[in-house]
């Protein structure tokens, strides 16, 4: 929960109400965090946060870090936890400085609570208080630490508590009389007694799960994600625009320089130039944006480019902070080689500043897995669990592209199976203008109840690819579409047998595949764009019109025991007519996400797609 605590602070923190950079005042919020002994040596979350904290992307003005010492993790001794004698050792690398402080003496414990605040104030920088004390109960209440740490715990039976010994001091000082510590500890129980005493004790019937999730909001409200071609030619224009004597890279400029065509009907507006316009569009409509990830000013795949480097001073401009027509902050960096601790912040940012649309972005999908915890346990739970709201955006990349096991797969599974009570929206999505609209859905929602994380498995080869591309009428018209059908397939329903669905990049290499739809009256193709929320009635309703359909086809990249086989499955089974058989094309189940020879790779490929697109394949397999 550290990563979590200073991203809610950092978010306290930033004024983003104009346009630019978000104006940080360190003095707006004061991080504190209380750690575990064996889990500040032991988690690496811990370093993962020490390491960003004087970054200008997550530096929140220092953090006070109290470690609860009670030496001991569970039952395992401290000699077992850690390799140095201090658990706070690790902080040493950091140049932290750090107090250790007797707990059963709270007057010394106050004093190094004070200096360690006035150290913060003034060098604004992390401190540790290693507050050492003991555990006189065990791990909890009902714990019995004596046949695990028979010494410690027979020293600690003896040992007078905390009271005692304070009371004791102030006796031996004539600071207190004996009269007056009866009167403290009556009325301290007294006020217990009463808290107690005030709890409602009538048991009551509660309600069943399914009860519980009646209120849970279920589809987006209608939005208009389209944005005039007016505006749209003004933030473009901007986004080529940079101070006069700025010297940005000639092969750069000439690639941002090709957008142009997008707008005097020669072109298509691909990935990264769609996303600058969704995020241009939503600064002019107010909403302030943070992005942040490994190489997230550049792209992984060199795609963005938000941000300009002068190559012979090596300043930097950022064209999304001079919009004249931004009415909010815009904020970009490169993070930390972090996931967990990155995007734990993230997460906080976006529960405090929720009319921000905060974005994290992967260099790879799978790199997702260092921050597992985060997603398992607030992405996806924090709502349900405190009723925490988050608008936060996931881009993972994602896409069987022959690169190998650790680089071709987001773990679209993952997502899928913790996906209920529409957590989260779950897409895969095929064309840049649908990117740009789902974008600017997600700002239109902040602060409403209908809010909730956005994960894309984002392209990587689709970045540049023209099939993926749209024309700028997309933009100016249109909406986001859950699901999307093959243009020229289905024309005669009659005649179509089959209907293959998929999503994301093999959507795309299907379409390369069928330049001449003429061909296939017995095929319809539908890109799936959204997976969570199901979009059951759209399908049902595609589904209704063909009455001699004979089978139903999910096609996808990833083996069988993942991507959205086993997520979908049960799902296309429920709406097909009777009689309808479901069929699955794709890898078979693997034990790693993909194979990693490019021949085998290739030929892979070569067979999901015939198998999909060959009208006997299926019926003789």
């Known amino acids: 929960v550290n990563a979590v605590v200073e991203g809610v602070a950092r978010a306290t923190q930033d004024d983003r109400t104009n346009s630019g950079a978000p104006v940080q005042d360190v003095n707006k919020a004061l991080p504190v965090v209380v750690h575990g002994d064996s889990a500040f040596s032991g988690q690496g979350i811990v370093y993962e946060v020490l390491n960003f904290s004087q970054t200008e992307a997550y530096h929140t003005g220092g953090t006070v870090h109290i470690i609860a010492n009670n030496n001991i993790g569970f039952t395992t001794e401290s000699d077992e936890t850690r390799s140095t004698r201090y658990?706070?050792?690790?902080?040493?690398?950091?140049?932290?400085?750090?107090?250790?402080?007797?707990?059963?003496?709270?007057?010394?414990?106050?004093?190094?609570?004070?200096?360690?605040?006035?150290?913060?104030?003034?060098?604004?920088?992390?401190?540790?208080?290693?507050?050492?004390?003991?555990r006189r109960l065990g791990h909890n209440e009902t714990d019995e630490p004596i046949p695990t740490n028979s010494i410690m715990y027979n020293k600690i039976k003896s040992h007078p508590t905390i009271t005692a010994v304070y009371s004791e001091k102030l006796l031996n000082e004539n600071a207190l009389t004996q009269e007056k510590v009866k009167e403290i500890e009556t009325?301290?129980?007294?006020?217990?007694?009463?808290?107690?005493?005030?709890?409602?004790?009538?048991?009551?019937?509660?309600?069943?799960?399914?009860?519980?999730?009646?209120?849970?909001?279920?589809?987006?409200?209608?939005?208009?994600?389209?944005?005039?071609?007016?505006?749209?030619?003004?933030?473009?224009?901007?986004?080529?625009?940079?101070?006069?004597?700025?010297?940005?890279?000639?092969?750069?400029?000439?690639?941002?320089?090709?957008?142009?065509?997008?707008?005097?009907?020669?072109?298509?507006?691909?990935?990264?130039?769609?996303?600058?316009?969704?995020?241009?569009?939503?600064?002019?409509?107010?909403?302030?944006?943070?992005?942040?990830?490994?190489?997230?000013?550049?792209?992984?795949?060199?795609?963005?480019?938000?941000?300009?480097?002068?190559?012979?001073?090596?300043?930097?401009?950022?064209?999304?902070?001079?919009?004249?027509?931004a009415k909010a902050s815009f904020a970009v960096h490169n993070s930390t080689l972090s996931e967990a601790g990155v995007l734990g912040f993230e997460y906080g940012y976006s529960i405090e500043a929720q009319d921000t649309l905060v974005l994290w972005e992967a260099q790879f999908g799978d790199f997702a897995n260092g921050a597992q915890v985060l997603i398992d346990q607030f992405i996806s739970a924090g709502r349900a669990k405190w009723g925490e709201k988050s608008g936060l955006v996931l881009l993972l990349p994602h896409g069987y592209e022959g690169q190998g096991p650790e680089h071709s797969s987001a773990r679209l599974e993952r997502f899928l199976q913790l996906a209920a009570e529409n957590n989260m929206t779950v897409a895969n999505l095929s064309t840049s203008a649908q990117y740009f609209h789902i974008l600017r859905?997600?700002?239109?929602?902040?602060?409403?109840?209908?809010?909730?994380?956005?994960?894309?498995?984002?392209?990587?080869?689709?970045?540049?690819?023209?099939?993926?591309?749209?024309?700028?009428?997309?933009?100016?018209?249109?909406?986001?579409?859950?699901?999307i059908e093959q243009p020229g397939l289905g024309t005669e329903p009659d005649k179509v047998e089959r209907v293959v669905f998929s999503t994301g990049r093999l959507a795309i290499e299907l379409a390369e595949n069928l330049k001449e739809p003429e061909n296939f009256p017995w095929l319809d193709v539908v890109r799936v764009e959204e997976l969570y929320p199901f979009p059951k009635a759209d399908i049902s309703n595609l589904l209704s019109k063909y009455k001699n359909l004979k089978e139903i086809v999910w096609a996808q990249d990833e083996p069988q025991n993942m991507g959205a086989w086993s997520y979908i499955a049960p799902r296309l089974q429920e709406l097909a007519p009777e009689g309808v058989k479901v069929c699955y094309v794709g890898r078979p189940a693997m034990a790693s996400p993909s194979e990693g020879n490019g021949r085998i790779h290739k030929k892979e490929q070569e067979r999901i797609v015939t198998t999909a697109l060959t009208q006997t394949a299926i019926a003789n397999a």
């Not at 109840?449 to 894309?456: M, N, T």
């Not at 689709?462 to 909406?479: D, P, V």
């Open 87 to 134: 658990s706070s050792d690790s902080a040493k690398g950091y140049e932290v400085p750090i107090f250790h402080v007797n707990a059963d003496d709270p007057e010394a414990v106050l004093k190094v609570m004070q200096l360690a605040f006035e150290y913060r104030q003034t060098f604004h920088k992390d401190v540790v208080v290693d507050l050492i004390g003991y």
């Open 187 to 325: 009325a301290t129980i007294n006020r217990l007694k009463e808290a107690h005493d005030a709890i409602d004790k009538e048991v009551k019937d509660v309600p069943t799960i399914a009860e519980l999730q009646e209120n849970i909001p279920n589809d987006f409200p209608k939005v208009d994600t389209t944005v005039d071609k007016a505006t749209l030619t003004q933030i473009h224009e901007e986004l080529l625009t940079w101070p006069e004597g700025f010297n940005v890279f000639k092969k750069l400029e000439r690639i941002l320089n090709r957008r142009n065509a997008a707008f005097d009907g020669s072109g298509k507006v691909d990935w990264g130039h769609a996303e600058a316009l969704a995020c241009g569009a939503i600064l002019h409509g107010g909403t302030p944006i943070r992005i942040t990830g490994e190489d997230s000013e550049r792209g992984t795949f060199s795609h963005r480019h938000v941000a300009l480097r002068d190559v012979e001073t090596g300043a930097k401009y950022i064209p999304m902070q001079h919009l004249s027509g």
């Open 441 to 483: 859905r997600q700002a239109k929602l902040l602060g409403k109840d209908e809010i909730r994380p956005l994960i894309i498995m984002s392209p990587k080869s689709l970045l540049r690819n023209q099939e993926a591309s749209s024309y700028i009428e997309e933009f100016t018209n249109g909406e986001f579409q859950s699901i």
